[in-house]
């Protein structure tokens, strides 16, 4: 393990951390910015959830475009300047004051982020060693979540719904993060494959991606599987807040997510190491198995011992997710299209708008006085994920089976 760790490379090292750190200003006021919104600003609650949902859906639809210009323009340039970018876009939340400078200024956050995360991939997989893949790939994750837990404890010491200074941090935290990225590139020398551009065309690479049937049928799967995962913050706390159900719903709900971060962060590296031992394809799958299970068992019994062990199974799910989605990517990837592969992934994240949606679906048609009904219905609309990666699976050994033979046959 200590040999694995002296191998990694200053600008590894220099991503990670500056995931965490960036991650943990992020979290000191964006989740509080819905509050910010209608209690400072005295937007109404329907157009903030506009202004919010904008982010969100602009970062889908862009995502693949940020994979391209990483691969025609190089990680390098592409993490310097975006960085700077998302750095003015968030100084710029501390001087608007009407709804439309609002949603123009997080349609722009969403653009940098879809560009942004696509070229730090691309980077951890071009500077990390093969034996060393999957360790950074967790490392990223280990630093998602500390920032989500740091974050939000911060904000909240920091003033979240008066102060306009984390927005102030977040953008000097990205300026800071886009200087190091340079020093740091400078160090090595910038002679990485991590920093070189390739001719890479939109239509093309939408071709390469599009004719791809491992791929498409291992986005299938992912959008399925986060369909389940979103309903942790869209579902689940409607669910906990119905006064008929839970007496203190909300802060059992609170609690849960604290566990969910907690558990997170203790048996991330037994699990990724157990798992290991399967394909990405086998652990994913698994997770969404997981994570539909522990749907349903929130509607069964309103214990709270009971509910905390539920979340961990919810959590296990999620963590068989986490790093082994990039891991699967980096896998199936064609070589010059990298940057295009890990931006095109994003288009999981649709998973995040559908999940929402059937449960809002879900609670008017049956309510939650049929809770397991409803939670039972959204989690076998989960699973359909499973059957989409085992497609995949099979089509990957197929096609494998093949370069094996066709090897062969030149070699005899």
Partial sequence: ????????????????IGTLFSRIAYFMCMPFLAIYLTSIKGIPASVAGIILASSALVGVITSFWGGVLT???????????????????????????????????????GICYSIFEPATRKVLSDY??????????NFRLTALNLGAIIGPILGIALGKNSSILPFVLLGTMYLLYGFSILLTLKENGTVEKGTQKSEVKLVPALKV???DKVFMWTLVGTIFTFTGYSHLTSTLPQYFSEPSIFTKGVETFSILLS??????????????????RFTPFISIALGNVLISLSLVMFSLSHHFVYLIATMVVFTVGELLLGAMIDFLIDELAVESLKGTYFGAISFMRLGNALGPMLGGVGISVLGFGKSTLLFSILAIITLFGVLALLVSRNLYLRENDMKIMEALRKNA
């Avoid at 393990?1 to 990670?16: A, D, E, H, V, Y």
């Avoid at 340039?77 to 710029?92: D, G, M, R």
């Avoid at 969910?260 to 290991?276: A, D, E, H, S, W």
């Fill in 259 to 276: 566990v969910n971060g907690f558990v997170v962060i203790l048996i991330q590296y037994p699990v990724v190491n157990l798992m290991k």
């Fill in 128 to 137: 990390a060693s093969e034996g060393n893949k999957l360790m950074v790939f």
């Fill in 71 to 109: 691969d025609q323009y190089g990680a390098r340039k592409i993490l310097i300047s975006t960085a700077v970018v998302w750095a003015l876009v968030f100084f710029s939340f501390t001087v608007a004051s009407s709804a439309l400078q609002f949603f123009i200024i997080n349609v722009l956050n």
């Fill in 1 to 16: 393990m200590i040999n694995k760790f002296l191998t990694i490379r200053p600008i590894t090292w220099n991503i990670l």
């Fill in 209 to 211: 991606i599009f004719t």
